[in-house]
Structures are given as structure tokens and as C-alpha cells.
């Protein structure tokens, strides 16, 4: 079986990331084949957050374990909390004809490049950086002093990416519609290449 490709949907929090991501893997032709794979966090769950389907939520010891261990492919503790994603089961998912979707930060798809240089990487970006403060604040989910330090985090990594770009495609989410047909596009055109 053809091994699946590995997609790294990266972004500012808040931009659209995951509403874009799970539109799309709902809405994919039966043959796409697409998974996205949860992360692990220490943040704790949101209203309405499951374990084992939006994030696994561990404790920072169990987190310091496994990064030990070796069991991330990248990890993240650029935001309030650490953030990771497990290496077997992008492996073993890749191996089944999977492809695989991970939404994560910058700093967490710089390292996936290095270890997985096929990676297909998209940039969300937001229509304005007042967008996306409005969009965080939608959310309801983070106290003022969060959406201050995303808000800071979200410039950083525009300037970062500004600087030494590794997104090969780059898409605005202003309409919701808009952007879940043009990732959707991005994805298909991607798979069905070779
Ligand atoms: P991320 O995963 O990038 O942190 P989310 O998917 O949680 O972001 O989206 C943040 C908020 O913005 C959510 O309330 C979501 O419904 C909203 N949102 C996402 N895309 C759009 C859009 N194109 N227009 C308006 N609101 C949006
Ligand atoms: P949130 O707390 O809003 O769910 O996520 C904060 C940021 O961490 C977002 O930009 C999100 O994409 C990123 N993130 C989520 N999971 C991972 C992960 O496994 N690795 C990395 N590097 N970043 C992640």
C-alpha cells in the first residue's frame, strides 16, 4: 500500500486552524483519505473539549516524560502550556495509506521539515491582526492575559515566517466557506500528484 503523505496546517491561534482542518476531513471524498492526528497538551480542556479527540490532556510530568522518551515527533511549549504530537501514530497511520493532517504552531512545523522534508505545509493567515483578536475573544476560551500573549506570539511568527519562509502554500481565512474549498483544493491537488 502507498504510504500517506504528512500535511502540517500551521498558523496563529485563533486564525481558524482547527474549525478549517475538521470542515475539511468531514467534507473529504471517500477516497482522500485524510486523518487528522490530536496533539498532546498540558493546557487544560475548553468547555466542550474531549480527551482523546480535541487534545490528550496530560500533566507536565507525564509531558516531560514522553518528550524524554522520545515519543514526539515535534513539541511546542512556546504557548502557555506544551504541545506535541505522538511520531508512532503519524508513523503507523502513514503506513496504513493515511494521509496525515497536523495543526500545530510554527516552532512545531520547523521541526517536522527537518525530520520529514516532504512535509506539505499551509499557512492560515488571518485578514488582519484586529480579525484575529476578535476572533480569539469569540472563543471565549482565553483570559485577557492570553489573548495579550497570543496576540504578541501570532506577530512573532508572522515576522519569523516573513524572514525564512517555509509554507509552500499560504491561505487567507477571511470567508469561512472560501478558505475550507481552497484547503480542501490544496489537499486534493496534493494527493493526487503522483
Ligand atoms: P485555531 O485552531 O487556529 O486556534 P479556531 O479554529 O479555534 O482557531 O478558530 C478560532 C475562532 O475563530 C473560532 O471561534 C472560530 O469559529 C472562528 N473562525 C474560524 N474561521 C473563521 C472565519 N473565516 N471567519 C470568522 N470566524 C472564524
Ligand atoms: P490552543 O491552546 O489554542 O489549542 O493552541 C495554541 C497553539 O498551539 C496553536 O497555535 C496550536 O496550533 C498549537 N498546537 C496545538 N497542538 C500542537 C502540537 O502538537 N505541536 C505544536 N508545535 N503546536 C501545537
Not at 56 to 70: L, T
Amino acid at each position: 500500500m502507498k504510504r500517506g503523505k504528512l500535511f502540517v496546517v500551521m498558523g496563529p491561534s485563533g486564525v481558524g486552524k482547527t474549525t478549517v482542518v475538521k470542515a475539511v476531513i468531514k467534507r473529504q471524498p471517500i477516497e482522500a483519505r485524510l486523518t487528522l492526528v490530536a496533539s498532546y497538551t498540558t493546557r487544560s480542556p475548553r468547555y466542550g473539549e474531549q480527551n482523546g479527540f480535541d487534545y490528550y490532556f496530560i500533566s507536565p510530568a507525564e509531558f516531560e516524560e514522553k518528550k524524554s522518551a522520545g515519543f514526539f515527533l515535534e513539541w511546542s511549549c512556546a504557548y502557555r502550556g506544551c504541545y506535541g504530537t505522538a511520531r508512532d501514530v503519524i508513523a503507523r497511520r502513514r503506513t496504513e495509506g493515511f494521509s496525515v493532517v497536523l495543526v500545530i504552531d510554527r516552532h512545531g512545523a520547523l521541526q517536522v521539515l527537518e525530520k520529514e522534508p516532504e512535509t506539505i505545509i499551509i499557512s492560515l493567515e488571518p485578514p488582519s491582526l484586529e480579525e484575529l483578536e476578535r476572533r480569539l475573544r469569540s472563543r471565549n476560551a482565553d483570559d485577557e492575559a492570553s489573548v495579550q500573549f497570543r496576540l504578541e506570539r501570532a506577530e512573532q511568527e508572522r515576522t519569523d515566517e516573513l524572514n525564512s519562509p517555509i509554507a509552500q502554500f499560504i491561505v487567507f481565512n477571511d470567508d469561512l466557506e472560501t478558505t475550507i474549498a481552497r484547503v480542501q483544493d490544496i489537499l486534493v491537488q496534493c494527493l493526487i500528484e503522483d
